[in-house]
């Protein structure tokens, strides 16, 4: 069981706008930023957002990220083919002290 | 090009001890801090264990506290962990990637190497 829940999977076709939560607690994201990792099929995980909201240089705009409390979500807007990966949400943990992850969420376009 | 480039897995036996190490190139390693991550095979990612630029501060998952032990070495731009008492659990890819800053509980894993895969298995 992971610290922080996702959703195990989400769709949607090309073009649409999906999100994906991230719930948590006061420990991990009520008090720290949130990263979000997109993991391609066979591939390393790669940073897609950071500090809750940042998207490194190279990651399109059609990502968004944003947090409320204990919970964030990632938007993907103008769904594409190529954005069937696993997203993992992450945040440091102060009760822990270590990083936590959610469980992946699988992203299927239809 | 910054890169990150993780050697030592392989098939051991549980009970067994293994040494992995994680190359890194491209930027100054001795300014940031790093992490371990691994993926058991078809499941999520896990945090490992994570040290400070300087190794003053190291962190372990529990899972793994008291068997794995990390370190690194600033003048050879190497990362290290060593794993004892190895359980069939542990299998999984092991990956290394870089902190966003000195302290390990800042920042962000940019970039991830592509991993080692650590077999335990009689």
């Known amino acids: 069981q992971s610290v922080l829940t996702q959703p195990p999977s989400a769709s949607g076709t090309p073009g649409q706008r999906v999100t994906i939560s991230c719930s948590g607690s006061?420990?991990?994201?009520?008090?720290?930023?949130i990263n979000w990792y997109q993991q391609l099929p066979g591939t390393a995980p790669k940073l897609l957002i950071y500090?809750?909201?940042q998207r490194p240089s190279g990651v399109p705009d059609r990502f968004s990220g944003s947090k409320s409390g204990t919970s964030a979500s990632l938007a993907i807007s103008g769904l594409q083919s190529e954005d069937e990966a696993d997203y993992y949400c992450?945040?440091?943990?102060?009760?822990?002290?270590?990083?936590?992850f959610g469980g992946g969420t699988k992203l299927t376009v239809l | 090009e910054v890169q990150l480039v993780e050697s030592g897995g392989g098939l051991v036996k549980p009970g067994g001890s293994l040494r992995l190490s994680c190359a890194a190139s491209g930027f100054t390693f001795s300014s940031y801090s790093m992490n371990w991550v691994r993926q058991a095979p078809g499941k999520g990612l896990e945090w490992v264990s994570s040290?400070?630029?300087?190794?003053?501060?190291?962190y372990y998952a529990d899972s793994v506290k008291g068997r794995f032990t990390v370190s690194r070495d600033n003048a050879k731009n190497s990362l290290y962990l060593q794993m004892n008492s190895l359980r069939a659990e542990d299998t999984a890819v092991y990956s290394c990637?870089?902190?966003?800053?000195?302290?390990?509980?800042?920042?962000?894993?940019?970039?991830w190497g592509q991993g080692t895969l650590v077999t335990v298995s009689s």
């Open positions: 990637a870089r902190g966003g800053g000195s302290y390990p509980g800042t920042g962000r894993f940019d970039p």
């Open positions: 006061s420990s991990n994201i009520g008090s720290n930023t």
């Open positions: 040290i400070s630029s300087s190794s003053s501060y190291i």
């Open positions: 992450a945040a440091w943990d102060d009760s822990l002290n270590g990083w936590v």
């Open positions: 500090s809750d909201n």
